[in-house]
């Protein structure tokens, strides 16, 4: 963790008319850092998340992105055609529902490729091998390159999508509860998946969870938010074993112990 | 059929070539737009036609607005002259306008299309007005307008390639083989209308001015003279146009683009010229197919 943040939150704010999305977060993000955002429904998670992608525009503070050429920039004063070639090569999005992240009416290999189309592939032939590696990464079984994802479990198309995000090597991946619908052993597996896939690439990546085992495992940092604020940060181990706020202690007893 | 050239005389009830004045203007507007910005696709006020979408009624509002009294006018349907959506928007513009009609291509000031370009080379004299139902070449794959103008707007046409990568991956060949996607000037990337892949290369550097109009759509784009028009493809599978295994039955031609007609009940086809002007003036020439004189007057005309 070298130098200049990749990504740093400063105080940043959104009101939805006088209602809170979420209020003040501030926090730095250096590359290779997992940060997971944990809380209850309705605390400002997902917000938080699309504020940081650029999808949302705050009503105060601001976000700011090392991009690829060193040069720090603040992501809302970046043009649209910028904001999405920064969608497609240095980050990531992963959505909790695969259908919104992948393309249901083409080939899982097209899904894979569409990134590398998007910026300037033009031979089939190595955009079909790449689409195959990737698709092995993820273990998926490369025979099934030519199916569309509806024939894929949701487990599948989750990996698929995470493929699909990780092929133009960004380094940095948004997640919004990436386990969230998949049953326990199927969340086991994608979530070994990914702790591999974050450490061979060095990525950094924003989780947001409601799940503190996925914060367990993935993370190196947390950020436990209520009601729109940030109430506790700090290494994940140090939060989830030692917690200091009543509500993250709450939140901690409240996993059921089978 | 045979190559006529005839003049009409116009219904008076009409204002020249159907459409005001007014309407007139502001679809000359929207084409000056278009020629300005090659490829990219203008909005403009489509009217109510006489006919219904589908039929041409793009193709025929930017006709009406560019015919002027002096005009030749030739409609083609298919390549073909004498078929129902070209004899009657020939005889609607026979009627509203009184302007010469013609069947040959050499003679004609403007061809209207439906889905062919004709063989004759086109030459800087002329305009060619094509018919299109879809101008949006990626609405199959997105769906919001919205989305597809800022696309555009970035040039964003990745997702072009996905579909011809999704070709290959299900046939081991780009299967697309009419509104295949071209690049224009080297930056819009622009749907033919329903034209075969076979006439794309008639469209680079092309003499005459050509003309699009989506009238359901309310879309008019163009490419002026000498544009670049590039097919796109992928460097390990170019662009190839149709080749056809056959030659015309009626007049030999081996470059041309054939249609096939069932002939019988028991198999029986051949495979004669789409664009029959040409295959007519062939034949004129002395060139024999080899059904030329079996094969029924419905197909062959009566140039057989």
């Known amino acids: 963790m070298t130098g200049q943040p990749l990504l740093t939150a400063e105080s940043v704010t959104k009101f939805y008319g006088s209602r809170l999305g979420c209020r003040d977060i501030g926090f730095e993000l250096y590359a290779g850092e997992v940060l997971a955002v944990v809380g209850e429904s309705g605390s400002g998670k997902s917000t938080l998340l699309k504020l940081l992608s650029g999808q949302l525009e705050p009503s105060g503070g601001r976000v700011l992105y090392r991009m690829r050429d060193d040069v720090t920039r603040d992501i809302l004063t970046l043009t649209e055609a910028e904001r999405r070639f920064l969608f497609r090569t240095d980050w990531g999005f992963v959505h909790q529902h695969a259908e919104l992240g992948l393309r249901m009416g083409v080939s899982a290999g097209a899904n894979v490729g569409e990134r590398l189309m998007a910026v300037g592939w033009r031979h089939y032939g190595r955009i079909r091998d790449e689409a195959e590696t990737w698709l092995e990464r993820v273990e998926i079984d490369a025979t099934r390159i030519d199916d569309r994802p509806t024939a894929y479990s949701g487990g599948m198309r989750q990996r698929l999508q995470i493929a699909r995000n990780l092929v133009t090597s960004p380094r940095l991946v948004f997640m919004d509860e990436p386990t969230g619908g998949l049953d326990v052993s199927v969340q086991a597996r994608l979530l070994d998946l990914m702790r591999g896939l974050v450490a061979d690439l060095g990525l950094a990546a924003i989780v947001v969870t409601h799940d503190l085992a996925v914060a367990r495992l993935l993370s190196h940092r947390i950020l436990v938010m209520k009601d729109g604020r940030a109430i506790e940060t700090g290494l994940t181990d140090q939060v989830l074993d030692d917690p200091r706020e009543p509500y993250t202690q709450l939140l901690v007893s409240s996993i059921l112990q089978p | ?304």
């Open chain 2, 1 to 304: 059929m045979n190559a006529m050239i005839s003049t009409a005389t116009p219904s008076t009830a009409y204002n020249f070539a159907y459409l005001d004045e007014q309407t007139k203007r502001m679809i000359r507007r929207a084409i000056l737009k278009a020629i300005a910005i090659p490829g990219y696709q203008v909005p403009f006020a489509s009217r109510e036609m006489p006919m219904p979408y589908g039929w041409g009624t793009g193709g025929v509002q930017v006709t009406a607005a560019i015919l002027g009294a002096n005009d030749r006018l030739k409609v083609i349907d298919q390549g073909a002259d004498d078929t129902t959506n070209a004899v009657s928007i020939r005889k609607f513009f026979e009627k509203t306008s009184g302007v010469a009609t013609t069947t040959l291509t050499a003679d004609a000031t403007i061809i209207q299309t439906r889905h062919r370009i004709p063989e004759k080379e086109l030459t800087e004299t002329q305009v060619l007005v094509y018919q299109v139902p879809i101008p949006e070449p990626l609405r199959f794959l997105e769906p919001r307008e919205t989305e597809t103008r800022v696309m555009h707007a970035l040039e964003d046409y990745g997702l072009m390639h996905v579909k011809l990568y999704e070709d290959i991956a299900t046939h081991g060949h780009i299967a697309t083989t009419y509104a295949y996607p071209v690049k224009v000037e080297g930056r819009y990337v622009m749907d033919p209308s329903p034209t075969p892949k076979f006439d794309n290369p008639k469209m680079d550097d092309c003499a005459a001015l050509q003309l699009f109009g989506a009238g359901r759509e309310k879309r008019i784009y163009a490419v002026p003279p000498h544009t670049s028009v590039v097919s796109l493809d992928f460097e390990d599978h170019p662009f190839e146009a149709t080749k056809f295994d056959h030659a015309c039955a009626l007049c030999a031609a081996t470059h041309t683009y054939l249609d096939e007609v069932i002939t019988d009940d028991a198999g029986g086809r051949m495979f004669v010229c789409s664009d029959t002007d040409h295959c007519e003036e062939r034949r004129a020439e002395g060139h024999r197919g080899d059904l030329l004189g079996e094969a029924p007057a419905a197909i062959a005309g009566s140039a057989a």
